[in-house]
């Protein structure tokens, strides 16, 4: 299971670090992935981890703003959210490939498997 946190009401230009806290499983071994879903809007990725944390990626809107990252021993991903802009208001989502061979990264939705609840994040201007 995944658990989200972290979310809250921010002013444009603030920060934000979100975690996603993994059970059940030997979290270290898989890839991870943060999505964010605004309303009416499609589900899409904004950053993603490989399972080493070596290699990142980052949605163009969000480069240079936020940084993923993970600490295998406490099975914990981050997500740290800085220059928060309005249009980064959405719900985010952990999400995880439990592939424990793959040790690349996963860029799209259909390539994660489970999810967590989900936490909002709120830009006010």
């Known amino acids: 299971q995944l658990q989200a946190s972290g979310g809250g009401l921010v002013q444009a230009g603030g920060s934000l670090r979100l975690s996603c806290a993994a059970s059940g499983r030997t979290f270290s071994r898989y890839a991870m992935g943060w999505f964010r879903q605004a309303p009416g809007k499609e589900r899409d990725i904004v950053a993603a981890?490989?399972?080493?944390?070596?290699?990142?990626y980052y949605a163009d809107s969000v480069k240079g703003r936020f940084t993923i990252s993970r600490d295998n021993v406490k099975n914990l991903v981050y997500l740290q959210m800085d220059n928060l802009k309005f249009e980064d208001m959405a719900v985010y989502y952990c999400a995880v490939n439990p592939n424990a061979i793959y040790s690349g990264i996963y860029y799209s939705r259909s390539q994660y498997y489970y999810w967590g609840q989900g936490t909002q994040v709120t830009v006010s201007s």
């Open positions: 981890i490989s399972r080493s944390g070596t290699s990142t």
